[in-house]
């Protein structure tokens, strides 16, 4: 198995235009990675108790507008 060390090692001997390519396919990776958990956090009502303090927050005049 290729350890975080190995990786690492690998990605400051990359040229710069590999390394480019490959920060481009990181950020769309862990992005995509994001995406799907939060949709799983949300179908399984992990974010419920958020949503419901950001309501009371709303309610009581403590937000700002964007």
Known sequence: MTTVAEIAGAVTRLPK??????????AEYD???WDRQLKADAAAG?????VREAARDYRAGRTKAL
């Open 17 to 26: 235009k590999d390394l480019a390519r490959f920060r481009k396919w990181f």
């Open 31 to 33: 992005a995509a990675k």
């Open 46 to 50: 992990k974010l419920e108790s958020m």
